[in-house]
Nanobody, 115 residues
Framework: QVQLVESGGGLVQAGGSLRLSCAASGIIFSANVMGWYRQAPGSSRELVASITSGGSTNYADSVRGRFTISRANAKNTVYLQMISLKPEDTAVYYC?????????WGKGTLVTVSS
């Protein structure tokens, strides 16, 4: 059974940076396209970044140029480097398989960006 543990969130001022990590277990990590999702208060969960096993990436328009997704297959870990953060980036961030998420979600990590 897949287990996902996100970390690295926190409170940051607008313009600041954070790096999120997600450790996965119970899966063949390297075989999956992984993604970072976020859910802001009162909004549905959205996919903001994805990365294939070979390192090809894709981003939502709202984060392109500011967020960078990467992965370390040997560590079963996916990362999200976030710079130039905006108040509208405030959300709980989750990792999961991109486009076809597993039913098991982690608890997520809260990112709060103050203006």
């Amino acid at each position: 059974q897949v287990q996902l543990v996100e970390s690295g969130g926190g409170l940051v001022q607008a313009g600041g940076s954070l790096r999120l990590s997600c450790a996965a277990s119970g899966i063949i990590f390297s075989a999956n396209v992984m993604g970072w999702y976020r859910q802001a208060p009162g909004s549905s969960r959205e996919l903001v970044a994805s990365i294939t096993s070979g390192g090809s990436t894709n981003y939502a328009d709202s984060v392109r140029g500011r967020f960078t997704i990467s992965r370390a297959n040997a560590k079963n870990t996916v990362y999200l480097q976030m710079i130039s953060l905006k108040p509208e980036d405030t959300a709980v961030y989750y990792c999961n398989r991109a486009y076809s998420a597993w039913a098991n979600w982690g608890k997520g990590t809260l990112v709060t960006v103050s203006s």
